[in-house]
């Protein structure tokens, strides 16, 4: 190939690239931030605690970061699963309405129902663990629908069953430290057509990403895909899952130990920000 032909070849490679970085950009700039939340200290207004026993998690969620379980601390949200050395009463209730055995785990988990509930748009956090890779760990950042009949039950409309229509499930990120460290699952949880009946393997992916550092996990509704991202790049699509979720969606974060798994001392993840983008 001839110096010319090689010259019209880069040109035209540089203004392909370069067309391509503007249509991202160009894309970027139509999301605007709706909520934000960066932590500077608690918000009642954003954010409250969520207390129930589901999953046969072991530990107890407690309120108001009793045993340090919430803290908001030099600008970031921590979140604690906390051995206290002895088993204490636990009010946390299944959906059967039986009690939580007594524990000697505690932990936080809080929601933004009723607070911050968005339909599609594109959820992000950032966020990192202290530690990752053992057995009974179980931090996620997720969404439920805003009609989840489970507690709190604060409006009359919130009398659908999990993962019916109206209690979807999105899991942005799950750290199953049983599986191992540096790995963590997004999903869609795909109703069978019945409360309590939900496939949790059919619309999953296991992605690997160095869990103690920062990183920036999303999802976007992008047209009717559910687009999975970590630090803005792409790493899952669900054909057809924006589709299949379409109603408002409040945002949890907690940290629970499953399997019968032990621990000693804490396990932290720390939060360094939430918001949700609407696309205009």
């Known amino acids: 190939m001839n110096l010319v032909k090689v010259w019209s070849h880069c040109v035209i490679a540089i203004v392909l690239l370069g067309g391509s970085i ?31 026993w589901v999953n046969d998690e072991t530990q107890c969620y407690v309120r108001d ?16 699963l906390v051995n206290i050395g002895e088993e204490i009463p636990c009010d946390n209730m299944n959906k059967r309405g039986e009690r939580h055995p007594d524990s000697r785990y505690v932990a ?3 929601a933004s129902k009723n607070r911050k509930e968005f339909s599609q748009g594109r959820w992000t956090a950032r966020l990192r663990l202290h530690g990752n890779g053992q057995a009974g760990m179980f931090p996620a950042w997720w969404l439920l629908g805003a009609r989840n009949n489970e507690p709190p039950v604060q409006e009359e409309d919130e009398n659908i069953c999990w993962p019916m ?26 109703h069978l057509g019945n409360c309590d ?16 550092a920062y990183h920036e996990y999303s999802v976007e509704w992008a047209g009717d895909d559910l ?30 130990l499953i ?11 720390e939060v360094d920000w939430v918001k949700h983008e609407y696309r205009k």
């Open 197 to 212: 009946g939900g496939d949790w393997e059919s619309a999953s992916k296991v992605i690997d990403a160095g869990l103690d």
């Open 165 to 190: 229509p109206g209690s979807g499930e999105i899991d942005i990120f799950e750290h199953y430290g049983s599986n191992g460290a540096d790995h963590f699952a997004a999903r869609m949880i795909k």
């Open 259 to 269: 399997s019968g798994g032990t621990m000693e001392g804490e396990w932290v993840m």
């Open 65 to 80: 970061g009793a045993y340090n379980t919430r803290e908001v601390s030099d600008g970031t949200l921590k979140l604690r």
């Open 108 to 110: 936080a988990r809080i």
């Open 22 to 52: 503007s249509s991202a950009a160009a894309d970027e700039n139509r999301w605007h931030v709706d909520f934000m939340d960066d932590f500077t200290g608690f918000n009642p207004d954003n954010w409250q605690d969520q207390i129930l």
């Open 227 to 256: 687009l999975f991202r970590v630090d803005g790049e792409e790493v899952y699509r669900i054909p057809r899952g924006g589709a299949e979720i379409q109603e408002p969606l409040f945002a949890i974060l907690n940290y629970a």
